[in-house]
């Protein structure tokens, strides 16, 4: 069983910090600082829980002056380095939560702490109270970092703006009007960076939940243009490839499925305890004279607990079929218990998706 990400702090960990931050602050009292952070409630956090509860405890170990105690931890930083600890370490993502917690009102000394703290590790998390309490002036600090020497800042300025970020607060007044977005994007769109590319991509994603109409004008006008686009243009409408999104099925090549048929679709698993899996089988059958490239998925209709149906769509493949073929589909779909998705006893569905077309659906039964 992998090993939770809430164990990375160890007292290992809190050693390596500590020795770092006596060459900053020689009187920090060590010996304080691990009782209160391996207190009694400590085993029941969560990694988050954690990070906040470091965070705590090292403002009880400073002083009351936010500014003097950010200057200490980018000292803290520059000596870590020194010692050879890597940049992106998630073990030190307490330090943006630092800035988080206690910054809010420090506008400029957040703001510039983050722009070096996100050297060492992101600060996505951090920048996104500052960009609702200051929202003018933190995009416009967020577009100037696009154009920043270092990759982790200009990551920044796309992942940190992101209007639905994952395990992040969601930014509303982007969600609403993502428009102040798009010159962030469009300065990172061909960046030599792969991370910065993907958050660009995942950017475009998000907008597109609540704004589809811009990012399929921005998707029509950067594809094409090259190898490391057109990767990201795809990438950033994974969503409205799920969705069937006509315009942007034809913007990849998805086009008429008028010749293509679903034959001998057979549920081999009509009955599944949670814990196993559906079984099916079909043949895809391209009539026509012309290959055809086809998206091909599966949709699933989970049972709720409320007693309606809530459809996942999963990809098979995306290819070129043959004319006059046959092609026979095996798949397998796994119900094991996850922390992420509940799984309710009762009516289940299938169905195929040929280029965001769905065809007929098929019962099967989730039981105990």
């Not at 969560?46 to 105690?69: A, P």
């Not at 243009?233 to 010749?259: P, S, W, Y």
């Not at 089988?281 to 989970?302: D, H, I, V």
């Not at 607990?305 to 046959?326: H, Q, R």
Request: aromatic content about 10%; hydrophobic content about 40%; proline content about 3%.
């Amino acid at each position: 069983m992998a090993e939770l990400l809430k164990h990375i702090y160890t007292h290992e960990f809190f050693e390596e910090f500590t020795v770092a931050l006596q060459k900053i602050v020689p009187d920090f009292d060590t010996s304080s600082f691990f009782k209160q952070i391996f207190d009694s409630e400590w085993k029941n956090r969560e990694l988050k829980q954690r990070m906040r509860h470091i965070t705590i405890v090292l403002q009880h170990h400073l002083s009351l002056d936010y500014i003097k105690n950010i200057d200490v931890l980018l000292k803290a930083i520059i000596q870590l380095q020194k010692e050879g600890v890597n940049e992106n370490s998630l073990e030190y993502m307490f330090l943006p939560d630092f800035v988080e917690h206690y910054g809010m009102d420090h506008y400029d000394a957040s703001i510039l702490a983050i722009e070096k703290i996100t050297q060492f590790t992101s600060c996505e998390f951090a920048i996104r109270p500052l960009l609702i309490k200051y929202p003018k002036k933190g995009i416009q600090q967020m577009k100037k970092w696009s154009q920043h020497k270092h990759s982790m800042v200009r990551r920044l300025s796309s992942e940190g703006c992101r209007p639905r970020l994952p395990w992040a607060m969601a930014l509303p007044f982007l969600k609403i009007d993502p428009t102040a977005i798009l010159p962030i994007l469009e300065n990172l769109k061909n960046d030599e960076s792969e991370s910065v590319r993907r958050s660009v991509a995942n950017n475009l994603n998000d907008i597109a939940k609540d704004n589809p109409d811009i990012v399929i004008h921005l998707a029509k006008e950067w594809y094409k243009k090259s190898k490391e686009t057109d990767w990201l243009v795809k990438h950033g409408c994974r969503t409205l490839l799920k969705q069937g999104n006509a315009e942007i099925m034809n913007l990849f090549g998805f086009g008429d499925i008028q010749h293509i048929k679903i034959d001998k679709l057979q549920i081999l698993t009509p009955k599944i305890k949670i814990g196993g899996r559906l079984e099916f089988t079909f043949q895809l059958n391209n009539t026509g004279n012309s290959a055809s490239k086809l998206r091909l998925e599966y949709g699933l209709y989970y049972q709720k607990a409320n007693g309606s149906l809530s459809k996942k769509v999963f990809k098979i493949s995306e290819k070129i079929y043959p004319k006059k073929s046959i092609t026979v589909i095996n798949r397998k779909q796994s119900f094991k218990i996850i922390t992420t998705r509940k799984f309710h006893t009762g009516l289940h569905q299938l169905s195929i998706i040929i280029n965001g077309n769905e065809f007929e659906k098929y019962n099967f039964e989730l039981t105990l």
